[in-house]
């Protein structure tokens, strides 16, 4: 018994004492939907034993495909009780992406959302033979309705079945260099997600947070430290604005997590200028690094509210903050481009490929280590190696660190452009181009150049009814950063691929210009 002394908790323990302190408060909405967290407590106890009445175990791998909706995050808490594996998918995901998933992580059983992805459940079970269970959300013709056996279950009280060292989830990397690497957490990492979410973010005194993007992803790994603060997690599913700024005035919204290209399709929407946005205290943006420029529109138009993220799939959600009162444009207008300090539990430091922190203000990347780093990831031991070297988590996100202690990410070390012997960081020069008041948003990549070897090319979305010349920008971009970093070519674009996270999709984007031709990952 002496070593169980010092266990940690587990999700599922998390999971049960918001149930039990939110009482009858009202913890999801959708649509016309609303479920206290005692009716979820209770929906979770008959689905828990719907499972184990068809033979799922603690240990077993379970996955859900689902758009946004209560069930979906209801599959993520019986497994945290269970002691369950489970691989979150994203929904926008092809089917080629959801087979590897689930058999790269030896899934064997599946949970649906019939209405959206009833066929994709078809072609999955005749792909993959090792699926042996595929439930539906409710009624559907490939599987039995596991809500409906849910339903005729008695219910009872929650019986934790998981350790703090087992593995919790499973997180498929977005796959931008070769196939996807499930990232394994074991329940103190996602602890610790969640005790650090708590901690250091600027929470509002009520919490109804909004969720636009999918919750099997970023937005998901927050509904346990709303439920832990008693608060309403509301959901939609897929992103509109129009409906972002109705459900903000219909449910007198105070929170919301939206990445940087959504924020811009805020700013740049005609119905902004009607939109009731007063109840809002805190946006929370990330995944993707924002344009200086346009978070300071965003400022003028919802107030001082921002916060950002930095974290990655490695190391969930918070490695730094910057916090809303370091959003200042008047004292402070540079640290508008950090993503932040270090969040208390994790060390971070600036190496160089050596493990030697490299100087102030020089660029190093990004290492992590502490209680919020993964496992390792899922039968990949040479990439964990890699990952996890000199005793630190190598994110591959360079950055500089000024004398406050702030970080500046300057861009991925696999997207930084060698343009005739000079390192070139893509995320410098998009900076500049969208301080333009024409520009809405901008991509600048490395494309194959017989003379420089690469060349800085810049992909640029402008606002709606203004021009700016190609000539301006180059010029705007060489008076405040010097000719090698200037873009040779710009070309205007009605739209920028994005991922299904969001985030700007520079795979898809270098392979216009590079045509099967290798590029060097620096």
């Known amino acids: 018994m002496q070593e169980q002394l010092y266990d940690g908790c587990t999700m599922g323990d998390l999971v049960q004492r918001a149930i039990e302190r939110g009482g009858d408060r009202v913890a999801f909405i959708l649509d016309d939907q609303k479920i206290t967290y005692r009716e979820f407590g209770s929906l ?5 034993q719907a499972l184990a009445a068809r033979g799922v175990r603690k240990g077993d791998a379970i996955a859900a495909l689902s758009s946004n909706r209560p069930e979906a995050f209801m599959a993520s808490a019986a497994a945290f009780v269970m002691g369950l594996r489970i691989t979150w998918m994203h929904p926008l995901g092809s089917e080629d992406d959801h087979a590897y998933l689930l058999e790269d992580s030896g899934v064997t059983t599946l ?35 596991i809500l409906a056996a849910a339903a005729a279950c008695p219910g009872g009280p929650l019986q934790q079945q998981a350790h703090a060292d087992d593995i919790c989830v499973l997180i498929y990397t977005g796959g931008t260099t070769g196939k996807p690497k499930g990232v394994i957490h074991t329940h103190r990492v996602q602890v610790t997600m969640v005790m650090i979410e708590l901690a250091e973010w600027d929470w509002p005194r009520e919490v109804r947070l909004l969720a636009m993007t999918p919750i099997t992803h970023a937005a998901g790994a927050m509904i346990v430290a709303v439920m832990l603060r008693s608060g309403t997690f509301v959901m939609s599913k897929g992103f509109e604005a129009q409906r972002f700024f109705d459900l903000v005035e219909e449910h007198r919204i105070t929170a919301t997590f939206l990445v940087p290209t959504m924020i811009y399709v805020l700013l740049d929407s005609p119905a902004i200028r009607q939109a009731d946005l007063s109840s809002l205290g805190m ?11 346009r978070l300071i529109e965003g400022m003028k138009v919802f107030g001082p509210v921002f916060m950002q993220l930095y974290g990655q799939s490695e190391a969930p959600n918070t490695v730094t903050i910057l916090r809303q009162c370091d959003h200042d444009p008047e004292r402070f207008p540079h640290r508008l481009a950090s993503c932040g300090m270090p969040v208390g539990s994790s060390q971070v430091k600036l190496l160089d490929d050596d493990g030697r922190e490299v100087p102030l203000g020089e660029v190093g990347e990004i290492c ?47 997207d930084m452009i060698i343009s005739g012997g000079f390192n070139v960081f893509p995320r410098e020069v998009e900076d500049v181009l969208t301080t333009d008041p024409a520009v809405a948003s901008a991509a600048v990549i490395g494309v194959p150049d017989a003379k420089w070897g690469e060349a800085v090319k810049a992909l640029v979305v402008l606002k709606p009814g203004m021009q700016v010349s190609a000539e301006a920008l180059i010029a705007r971009v060489r008076d405040a950063k010097g000719a090698v970093q200037a873009p040779k070519t710009i070309d205007f674009v009605d739209a920028l691929p994005v991922t299904g996270l969001g985030k ?13 031709q290798q590029r060097a990952v620096h």
Do not use: C
Request: charged share 30%; net charge positive; proline share 7%.
């Open 111 to 145: 949970l649906v959302d019939p209405p959206v992805f009833g066929e994709r459940a078809h072609a999955l079970m005749r792909r993959l033979p090792g699926l042996k269970n595929v439930y539906g959300f409710g009624p559907n013709d490939f599987g039995e309705d």
């Open 44 to 48: 979770l106890s008959r689905f828990i």
């Open 283 to 293: 946006i929370i943006y990330g995944a993707s690094p924002m344009s200086p420029a």
């Open 368 to 414: 992590v280590r502490g209680p919020l780093v993964m496992k390792g990831y899922w039968n990949k031991p040479d990439e964990t190696a890699r990952a996890l070297r000199h005793g630190w988590l190598y994110t591959g996100d360079l950055a500089r660190r000024d004398a406050d202690g702030y970080l500046y990410i300057v861009d991925r070390s696999k």
């Open 504 to 516: 700007l999709d520079k795979k898809a984007i270098r392979a216009r210009y590079w045509d099967g």
